[in-house]
């Protein structure tokens, strides 16, 4: 069983999707990214690995939070942590204390499939120690390990184009082996 922890913020006019205004109001990007998470819980749900849970920031208190684990059964945790990296770490800690594998997606790559997923699972299940699914922009839409590595998500540029080399690049310091799936537009 691989648990697929999806990231997502709160669909609030203003605070996402800002890098598409214009041409989109606040209001369309708000209404975008709503779809593009509802999207990404589909999608996990679908690939049938594990429990799907929802790491909400800032938190779990969201209306539209509320909805999605009523509507699709899944699991609500709040982000924690005081940057990104520190989140991540943290959600695979917490999860890996019970399971043998997870992975991590964000709720912005609508070029994920289930078959990516799938692919990502399996490659854990072969003894990989983890795995990435590579963006094109240079970061990456997915990170799947077998036990925590927080090393992997300190000191990171983290929205920056740098941040999959640098991935790798700890992955080989740490003496880690991982595979990639085929690179992502997100």
Partial sequence: ??????????????????????PLSPEEAAALHR??????????IRAEL??????CAPDTDHPFFQHCARDYGIELRPQTGRDLGARMAG?????????????????DC??????????????????????LGPAEDGGYVLIGLRRPQ?????????GGSTVLDATRQRLLELNLSWEELPPRWD
């Avoid at 779809?35 to 996990?44: D, E, M, P, S």
């Avoid at 959600?91 to 709720?107: D, K, N, R, Y």
């Avoid at 927080?150 to 983290?158: G, K, N, Q, R, V």
Wanted: net charge positive.
């Fill in 91 to 107: 959600a695979l800690a917490q999860t890996l204390q019970s399971a043998e594998q997870a992975l991590l997606i964000g709720s």
């Fill in 110 to 131: 609508p070029s994920l499939t289930e078959t990516d997923l799938a692919a990502a699972g399996r490659a854990l299940r072969d003894g990989r120690d983890a795995v």
């Fill in 35 to 44: 779809n593009l998470v509802r999207h990404t819980l589909r999608t996990a």
């Fill in 150 to 158: 927080p090393t992997l998500f300190t000191s990171m540029h983290w």
């Fill in 50 to 55: 594990g429990p799907v849970s929802l790491y």
């Fill in 1 to 22: 069983m691989t648990p697929i922890l999806v990231f997502a913020k709160a669909p609030e006019a203003g605070k996402v999707k800002t890098r598409l205004c214009p």
